[in-house]
Every structure is written in C-alpha cells, then in structure tokens.
C-alpha cells in the first residue's frame, strides 16, 4: 500500500530524516506581541529567542486548521497522522476532526491519528516507527496496534535552562521563578502517560540535572538494546552531546539522534533546553 506521514511541526527532524521518510509537517503558528510567526521552513529560531527573551507577554501557540490536514489526506491509501500532546495543543483535535470529515466523503480510505502525548522527539520516534513499520511491509490495521504499544510505553523528560516560559503562561509563580533563578535550580520534568507534564527532581546547575535526568533514565529505561534514543536541544548542541553521553554510559541503546528543535519545541524548550525520548 501506498502511504504518507504527516506530523505537525513540533515534530523535530534532522534534514535526513526528512529526506528519508519524506514526512508532511503541518505548521502550527505562533504569537508574540501581536506578531503571528508560523512554524515552518521559514521559522529563524534565533531571532524567535531574542523576540521571547524580550517579551513580558507568554507566546501562544494555534493549530493548524482542520481543512489543512485534509488536504494532506488525499492521494495515498493509508494515511499515519502524528501530533503534539492534546494535553498542549488543539493540534490532534484538528486532525481527528479532519478524519471525521473525510472519512463522510471517502469511507474507504485509512487514516490513523496517534496523540504522541508527548513533543518534540518523542513524536519523531513515533514518526520513525510508523516509517520503519511501513517499509516492512506491515498493514495498516498491524502498524496502528503495534505503533500504540510503542507510544504507551514511550518516556519523555527534559531540562530547562531559563524557567521564563513556565513563569508567564502560569505554571511558576514569579516568586517560585525568581527562587529557582536565584538558587540556579534547574528542574527535570517529563511526560505522563496521559500527556500532561510533571516535575521529576531537581539540582543546582543545568550539567548537575542533566545529569540526574540521565541517572532518570536509566531508572526507568528497562531493556534499550532495541531502542533509539532521541535528544532535542535548543540552540544548545554541545549539552545535547553531553546529555548523549551521559546516558549512553550507562545505557546500551540501539541507535541515537540528536536534532535541534524548530519553532513550536522553541517556544517550549527556551535556550538551552533539552528534551530526551527513548
């Protein structure tokens, strides 16, 4: 069967990757101060940053249409949708809601929408694993049971270098925000099962949490020797590296990315931050 993957933007892939799996990205966009920036092969993530680290405004984020992921519906049979968490974004009611009216006009077509209840890298390994079962050869209805499993049993933590983005959209108090500053704590967070995130520990300094959340991960990893690991950074490739080899000293993964993030994992990441899926 003919097929086509589509992810929408926080969906962080190298240029290889995109040559390789020829995935359609659907752009969400973002606002800032009245200025709408759209998550595409346009987005500069630097002067995004500078425009961020200006702002007293939280930025927000807006999915895409559902009539945009309907255009990406026709043509091949079966057709693999992956999105940012629902718990963070409207991005999969979108895509559902585009099945829905699509399916009324084509009943026959295939098309799976995963919530990757999580970002970033952990919707790039669920986008690898779609690919990988495709060019098996696997059918539709095997590669939807089989790539659930993969993303109800898929972790996602990271570290952020600056807590400004928490602060503005609520999640800290600016008194917490200013502690934290202050005592240079760094927390590690990390994904749910259900997509939501929640904090995991904490240290003084980014290399002493990035290290914890490498001790993190070989906590709960269980068997890798099967697994890729997959690392984001934003604008930060030397941590992302120190990260890789933190946790592959102690952890025997198959295989290992890392990417830089694009403008939707930007906007949560903030400089600095990294973000681990395995």
């Given at each position: 069967?003919?097929?086509?993957?589509?992810?929408?933007?926080?969906?962080?892939?190298?240029?290889?990757?995109?040559?390789?799996?020829?995935?359609?990205?659907?752009?969400?966009?973002?606002?800032?101060?009245?200025?709408?920036?759209?998550?595409?092969?346009?987005?500069?993530?630097?002067?995004?940053?500078?425009?961020?680290?200006?702002?007293?405004?939280?930025?927000?984020?807006?999915?895409?249409?559902?009539?945009?992921?309907?255009?990406l519906?026709?043509?091949?049979?079966?057709?693999?949708?992956?999105?940012?968490?629902?718990?963070?974004?409207?991005?999969?009611?979108?895509?559902?809601?585009?099945?829905?009216?699509?399916?009324?006009?084509?009943p026959?077509?295939?098309?799976?929408?995963?919530?990757?209840?999580?970002?970033?890298?952990?919707?790039?390994?669920?986008?690898?694993?779609?690919?990988?079962?495709?060019?098996?050869?696997?059918?539709?209805?095997?590669?939807?049971?089989?790539?659930?499993?993969?993303?109800?049993?898929?972790?996602?933590?990271?570290?952020?270098?600056?807590?400004?983005?928490?602060?503005?959209?609520?999640?800290?108090?600016?008194?917490?925000?200013?502690?934290?500053?202050?005592?240079?704590?760094?927390?590690?967070?990390?994904?749910?099962?259900?997509?939501?995130?929640?904090?995991?520990?904490?240290?003084?300094?980014?290399?002493?949490?990035?290290?914890?959340?490498?001790?993190?991960?070989?906590?709960?990893?269980?068997s890798?020797i099967?697994?890729?690991?997959?690392?984001?950074?934003?604008?930060?490739?030397?941590?992302?590296?120190?990260?890789?080899?933190?946790?592959?000293?102690?952890?025997?993964?198959?295989?290992?990315?890392?990417?830089?993030?694009?403008?939707?994992?930007?906007?949560?990441?903030?400089?600095g931050?990294?973000?681990?899926?395995?």
């Amino acid at each position: 069967m003919a097929y086509r993957i589509i992810g929408d933007s926080c969906t962080d892939l190298t240029e290889e990757m995109k040559n390789q799996m020829k995935v359609q990205l659907v752009p969400l966009s973002i606002e800032i101060d009245g200025e709408t920036i759209y998550d595409d092969i346009n987005f500069n993530q630097e002067d995004f940053l500078n425009k961020l680290e200006k702002s007293p405004n939280c930025p927000k984020s807006s999915c895409p249409s559902p009539d945009t992921y309907m255009k990406l519906y026709e043509g091949e049979e079966d057709i693999y949708v992956v999105t940012l968490s629902s718990s963070l974004s409207g991005s999969y009611n979108s895509a559902l809601l585009a099945k829905r009216l699509y399916l009324e006009e084509h009943p026959n077509k295939n098309i799976a929408v995963f919530d990757s209840r999580s970002a970033s890298v952990g919707q790039t390994l669920i986008v690898k694993k779609i690919y990988e079962y495709a060019e098996e050869g696997k059918s539709f209805e095997e590669i939807v049971k089989l790539v659930e499993q993969y993303r109800d049993e898929q972790n996602t933590k990271f570290v952020l270098e600056n807590l400004d983005t928490l602060r503005k959209n609520g999640r800290l108090t600016s008194l917490q925000a200013i502690l934290v500053s202050a005592l240079n704590i760094k927390p590690v967070m990390g994904s749910t099962p259900e997509g939501t995130i929640n904090k995991l520990g904490q240290a003084r300094g980014i290399l002493k949490a990035l290290s914890l959340m490498a001790k993190l991960i070989e906590e709960d990893a269980g068997s890798v020797i099967n697994k890729t690991l997959g690392i984001a950074h934003c604008n930060n490739l030397e941590r992302a590296i120190f990260v890789k080899d933190e946790i592959l000293k102690r952890l025997p993964f198959k295989d290992w990315f890392i990417v830089n993030t694009a403008g939707i994992s930007t906007m949560y990441a903030n400089r600095g931050g990294v973000i681990v899926s395995y």
